[in-house]
């Protein structure tokens, strides 16, 4: 069975004290693995797709990377406006062409 | 930039009421899907939609649950008969190509519709 496994649940940072969420994936052939930002109330905010090992994608103060098995998305000097659930998805070769199958994110909180 | 749109933002309704949950696509997108948030839980898949037609549902939604592209515009969610546990965060999304194949495109997501069944 494909799973999302996002650790950890949460995360209290000072303002730009730089740290890594992980997001640790089992499928049955990868076809992207994608990372959304989510504000209280509001829906996901897409940030970024990978589809293969050793894949890299920045945006500002935001880079994701892909090995076989997870993904870690760094935030570096982040401020509090990054303060935001992060959810990381998946969608895999095996039957389904088009759902995603989400973990249930990290909590990141940025104190000034 | 285009953004999906979704009305009501929040809705109460007695237990075995209908209830419509109402989107607002891109309007150069092809693809519609359904997901739910129950409060605390995580994101689940309800259904894909594409060229008039339902091209994957989830176990969840059932009998109860259908959707329609009515107009060319709107795309809704209907549940017939509502249970407690429909309470949830209801996102409608849209994609412009069949995500997973194409390289850094995701879904756009709209604000949802928090659906409170009494």
């Known amino acids: 069975e494909d799973q999302v496994t996002q650790s950890p649940e949460a995360l209290r940072l000072q303002e730009g004290e730089s740290s890594s969420l992980n997001c640790s994936y089992t499928v049955s052939g990868l076809r992207g693995l994608f990372w959304y930002r989510q504000d209280p109330g509001k829906g996901p905010e897409f940030l970024f797709t990978l589809y293969s090992a050793g894949e890299e994608k920045e945006k500002e103060r935001l880079k994701a990377t892909l090995t076989k098995k997870e993904s870690f998305l760094h935030i570096t000097a982040p401020k509090p406006e990054d303060s935001a659930t992060y959810l990381c998805a998946v969608q895999s070769r095996r039957g389904s062409n088009y759902q995603l199958i989400w973990g249930a994110g990290t909590k990141l909180i940025i104190k000034p | 930039e285009p953004e999906v749109t979704q009305t009501p933002s929040h809705q109460v309704t007695q237990m075995g009421q209908e209830v419509i949950l109402r989107c607002v696509p891109i309007s150069n997108h092809l693809y519609f899907y359904w997901y739910r948030q129950i409060l605390g839980q995580k994101v689940e898949f309800l259904v894909s939609?594409?060229?008039?037609?339902?091209?994957?549902k989830s176990e969840i939604f059932d009998d109860q649950f259908s959707v329609e592209r009515p107009d060319g515009s709107n795309f809704t969610l209907k549940i017939r008969s509502t249970k407690l546990e429909d309470s949830a965060m209801y996102f409608c999304a849209s994609s412009e190509m069949r995500t997973g194949g194409y390289r850094n495109y995701g879904y756009t997501f709209g604000s949802g519709t928090r659906l409170t069944v009494v």
């Open positions: 939609f594409y060229n008039n037609e339902i091209s994957e």
